[in-house]
């Protein structure tokens, strides 16, 4: 007689069958945390795979039962984690979730909505729906009919970007024009050329791929010898350059924290009839932050612009929005597939959600940013940005008073970039690299002013004044090995 088989998450035996599994999960991660000890496990790659391949066959001929496996595996994940909730985990864009945004997570991973049709995702839909169009007007509060995709993080948004314009540009020459109701002040013709995006040496990397994979010229890139694009540079650059044109500004750089000067380069691109593009994955939720906020001025002058959740705002990844001013923006993500949104479906008023992402089935990531909202409010959240922005303010006035040590400049964001005296690169990145086999902090890297640094990106509010000393006093310790 054939074995009953496993349990499912969902229907209502779902949550039975869960809550035993998840005291194993539970206990398991605290295992592993507490077995680590530290930010990541000691002992580097080669001892992380010797420890991993000693667990045993990925897939025995007999299965070891639900609890062993839960047991092993995520008691294994946990103790060989670089674990973003450590305060000593502090080298990228890498947050530590909340844990009711991970509690959100495990019911959109039991009910296993697919946002790629309304009969597979009824009421997640209509929840992604409500969400997007809040937080598009948190990013063009002036604009009459803004939205907001969701998206796997800054590297799909940024691409949706260059798709959504290339398309737009292609529309307005088929047209003979712009669109109804839009204008610049300059005289640029709008060119027959392909899109040609222009960024400054301090944008993220996904645009070169982006423009790769959608055959794109490759990005112009303008220099940015201080950190951030200026606007007379970029003048220059439009000046030189034929259109049509997409300019991608950066609201909180990678490697720095920086904000390029939203206004002055908005003006610049309406002079030249640029359309302008913010990625502000990292720096786009300081929307939230009474006190950061005027920090993204101009933002809102923006056709399209990047945020990700999943950074400022303590959600497990994936977390990403790609914001649009005009909803008509995305008519060119239209698509139909006949078993997913038939003609007659949706002239019958089922929702048509094959035009909402370039993926078909996609997880209701919307729930879990939905839950963070909802119980905290934009001043619960504003208050995270905040508690943030303040640890790199306090590791940066430490590390002035340290003398061992040189302070880059003073973070914008929750970036500070710092060194040891008088080392030289080699020694910088020997020191990151003792820190992370050790398993005791890590930090990342990143190049300015023509030399290495260390990298602390501070996004953890529970991390204290004692953590930050902690941090200090092991780069100075390795440094005198």
Not at 347 to 365: E, F, K, Y
Not at 471 to 480: D, F, P, Q
């Amino acid at each position: 007689m054939r074995a009953a088989p496993p349990p499912l998450a969902g229907g209502v035996p779902g949550a039975d069958a869960l809550r035993p599994l998840l005291g194993t999960v539970l206990d398991a991660l605290r295992a592993g945390a507490e077995e680590r000890g530290g930010p990541l496990p000691a002992g580097g790659p080669d001892a992380v795979a010797h420890r991993t391949a000693r667990l045993g066959a990925v897939l025995p001929e007999t299965g070891t039962g639900p609890d062993e496996a839960l047991r092993t595996l995520v008691h294994a994940l946990a103790a060989g984690a670089a674990d973003p909730a450590h305060p000593l985990c502090a080298a990228h864009l890498h947050t530590p979730p909340l844990a009711l945004a991970a509690a959100a997570d495990l019911a959109a991973s039991a009910l296993n909505p697919s946002m790629d049709s309304w009969d597979q995702a009824p009421a997640a839909s209509a929840l992604e729906a409500l969400v997007t169009t809040a937080l598009a007007a948190e990013i063009h509060p002036a604009a009459p009919r803004p939205d907001a995709l969701v998206t796997t993080g800054g590297t799909e948004s940024n691409q949706l970007a260059l798709l959504l314009a290339r398309e737009r540009q292609a529309g307005e020459r088929h047209s003979g024009g712009r669109h109804a109701g839009e204008r610049h002040t300059g005289e640029r013709p709008t060119g027959n050329g392909p899109l040609r995006t222009v960024v400054g040496a301090n944008a993220h990397h996904s645009f070169r791929r982006a423009a790769w994979l959608l055959g794109l010229p490759a990005p112009l890139v303008v220099p940015t010898p201080r950190g951030v694009l200026d606007p007379a540079a970029l003048h220059a650059a439009l000046t030189d350059t034929p259109g049509p044109l997409l300019v991608a500004a950066t609201a909180g750089t990678t490697d720095e924290g920086l904000i390029d000067p939203l206004p002055a380069l908005a003006d610049v691109c309406a002079a030249h009839g640029a359309d302008l593009h913010v990625d502000a994955a990292y720096g786009g939720p300081l929307l939230f932050s009474r006190t950061h906020r005027p920090l993204l001025d101009g933002l809102d002058r923006a056709r399209t612009v990047t945020v990700d959740l999943h950074k400022l705002g303590w959600q497990p990844a994936a977390a990403g929005l790609l914001a649009v001013r005009d909803t008509t923006d995305l008519a060119p993500l239209t698509h139909t597939a006949d078993y997913l949104n038939a003609d007659d479906d949706t002239d019958a008023g089922l929702p048509d959600l094959l035009g909402r992402s370039p993926r078909t089935t996609r997880r209701p990531d919307v729930l879990k940013a939905a839950v963070t909202l909802r119980a905290l409010g934009r001043t619960g959240l504003g208050a995270l940005v905040d508690t943030c922005m303040d640890l790199a303010q306090d590791l940066a006035d430490r590390i002035e008073k340290t003398p061992a040590l040189d302070l880059r400049a003073r973070p914008v964001l929750t970036t500070v970039l710092f060194r040891p005296h008088d080392a030289d690169d080699t020694t910088v990145a020997a020191i990151r690299r003792t820190l992370l086999t050790g398993g005791r902090a890590v930090l990342g890297r990143a190049r300015a002013d023509g030399r290495l640094w260390l990298k602390a990106t501070l996004l953890n509010p529970h991390a204290t004044p004692g953590d930050l000393d902690q941090l200090i006093t092991l780069v100075e310790g390795s440094a005198h090995r």
